[in-house]
T-cell receptor
Framework: GQNIDQPTEMTATEGAIVQINCTYQ??????LFWYQQHAGEAPTFLSY????GLEEKGRFSSFLSRSKGYSYLLLKELQMKDSASYLC????????????FGKGTRLSVIA | ETGVTQTPRHLVMGMTNKKSLKCEQH?????MYWYKQSAKKPLELMFV???????ENNSVPSRFSPECPNSSHLFLHLHTLQPEDSALYLC????????????FGPGTRLLVL
């Protein structure tokens, strides 16, 4: 089976930095995605990593280590609107194959 | 607004009812997906359509019946559902190409009584 693990919940303070980890053990690997999902809304795409290293996009960065089966999403200068669930997802194979998702991490940003 | 719309946004139905969920994408994509999101569980893939052809059925019970009349529209027909089918049903679309991102609709929150 496919296994993608993320912490269930995290809390962080406005203006701070938070790192959300994701580890995966899957039958294949062709890229890792991070999505943000506010309550009652659609998941929205944040980042994509297929090679090792850090991808930076404004306040959000995502890191991948394929040898360790590990990724993290880094959120800087946290804002209240960043309170949401963050979903880690792995594409197993090349081509247009569906994603396998983790359970998501619910992040609460407090003042 | 992601370019993927779903209707209805909320649905309450009895176990003997028949209803349909609708998804429409305005992004020119040629692949569409149905996912189920239950509380405390990961997003689960249900069906995949590439160029209107179903390419994946992830062991979904026959009480869920998908239909894809064209690349822009996707339906999920529901009949004789069970209370455990209550969940958020998400539609997504993508371009049929390597490493293309999936874009999600807002979902239909379904409650089966």
């Amino acid at each position: 089976g496919q296994n993608i693990d993320q912490p269930t919940e995290m809390t962080a303070t406005e203006g701070a930095i938070v790192q959300i980890n994701c580890t995966y053990q899957t039958s294949g690997f062709n890229g890792l995605f991070w999505y943000q999902q506010h309550a009652g809304e659609a998941p929205t795409f944040l980042s994509y990593n297929v090679l090792d290293g850090l991808e930076e996009k404004g306040r959000f960065s995502s890191f991948l280590s394929r040898s360790k089966g590990y990724s993290y999403l880094l959120l800087k200068e946290l804002q209240m609107k960043d309170s949401a669930s963050y979903l880690c997802a792995v594409r197993l194979h090349s081509g247009n194959t569906p994603l396998v998702f983790g359970k998501g991490t619910r992040l609460s940003v407090i003042a | 607004e992601t370019g993927v719309t779903q209707t209805p946004r909320h649905l309450v139905m009895g176990m003997t009812n028949k209803k349909s969920l609708k998804c429409e994408q305005h992004l020119g994509h040629n692949a569409m997906y149905w996912y189920k999101q239950s509380a405390k569980k990961p997003l689960e893939l249900m069906f995949v359509y590439n160029f209107k052809e179903q390419t994946e059925n992830n062991s979904v019970p026959s009480r869920f019946s998908p239909e894809c009349p064209n690349s822009s529209h996707l339906f999920l027909h529901l009949h004789t559902l069970q209370p455990e089918d209550s969940a958020l049903y998400l539609c997504a679309s993508s371009q049929l190409a390597e490493q293309e991102t999936q874009y999600f609709g807002p979902g239909t929150r379904l409650l089966v009584l």
